[in-house]
């Protein structure tokens, strides 16, 4: 099977688990019947917000949805039944070290649902805890191993998040993003791609210039079979304003095609609509529209 993926990819992410059920609903485990529904309810809420989407002219071919087999198993079935791009996690929600899911169980649950892709959140800092790092890197490469054994692709989410000392070492969280956070990510790359990892498509945090995109591409792309490899943008819960900074700095870097974007087009709609205060309807367009404001600023900047 060949490394990498060879066209755009706009994803609309929403395989969130404890951001809707604590963030949205205030809910703790054991989840409740009428909790596990409620948040069904808003995944399908956000799907119907993408087909308003598509159909509004969204570009269908390049067009999907990312969203977790835990509460959005109905939009998976009907993503894939309708021709849609489906990504689907594999990792547990809210871990600070990766873990699989499902266990070693975890390809029974890809083949069900047969996604295009299968996506995992990692956090890996690389001037952190290494043995963590170590742990994280083997699991992964398991992980990438079987996954291409069995034709399938690995969408790599990567958070770098700052240590105590590297925040002190930049003065804070900003100046960390802009000046150490895109030379760790090349790092980590290295180091992953070293430890047998191979991603398919890397989602990458937003980088404020086009030559770190630049660097994080090259180092994607290095060594044998790794030329299709490509990246997109995360949005990281951020405005609207400030994802398109990142897609305008990512847009026209070869090897940096498309993003996936969450929180940022439904968090607020879906607030409202939790609380009663925006119908069904207003909110469905709310997150079609910023989606299509999303796509038509990354096409705005992307190269011919």
């Not at 609309?12 to 019947?33: C, I, N, Q, W, Y």
Request: hydrophobic share 40%; with cysteine; net charge negative.
């Amino acid at each position: 099977m060949k490394l990498g993926y060879d066209q755009s990819l706009y994803l609309v992410a929403f395989d969130h688990r404890h951001s809707f059920s604590k963030g949205l609903f205030g809910a703790t485990e054991p989840l409740s019947a009428e909790i596990l529904a409620k948040v069904s309810d808003t995944k399908a809420l956000i799907f119907e917000a993408f087909q308003q989407a598509i159909a509004q002219g969204a570009p269908r071919k390049v067009c999907g949805v990312l969203v977790d087999e835990q509460f959005g198993s109905a939009v998976a079935r009907q993503a894939k039944a309708s021709g849609t791009l489906l990504a689907m996690p594999v990792e547990k929600s809210g871990q600070a070290e990766f873990q699989l899911e499902y266990g070693e169980d975890f390809g029974r649950h890809i083949e069900a649902f047969d996604p295009d892709f299968s996506k995992v959140l990692v956090r890996y800092n690389p001037e952190g805890d290494r043995e963590l790092n170590r742990r994280q890197a083997r699991k992964l490469a398991h992980l990438s191993d079987w996954l291409h054994a069995h034709e399938r692709k690995l969408l790599f989410e990567l958070l770098v998040p700052a240590t105590a000392a590297q925040l002190e070492r930049c003065g804070g969280q900003e100046r960390f993003d802009r000046e150490l956070r895109p030379r760790l990510v090349v790092d980590v790359l290295r180091e992953l791609q070293q430890g047998g990892v191979e991603a398919d498509i890397w989602k990458i945090e937003g980088l404020e210039t086009s030559a770190d995109c630049r660097a994080v591409v090259e180092q994607a792309r290095t060594g044998p079979g790794r030329d299709q490899v490509v990246c997109i943008v995360l949005g990281r819960g951020a405005s609207l304003e400030r994802v398109f900074t990142w897609l305008a700095a990512a847009a026209p870097v070869p090897g940096f095609d498309g993003f996936a974007v969450g929180r940022t087009l439904w968090q607020d709609a879906l607030r409202r609509y939790v609380a009663g205060t925006e119908t069904r309807e207003a909110a469905r367009s709310e997150i079609a529209d910023r989606y299509l404001r999303t796509i038509r600023e990354y096409l705005e900047h992307h190269r011919d």
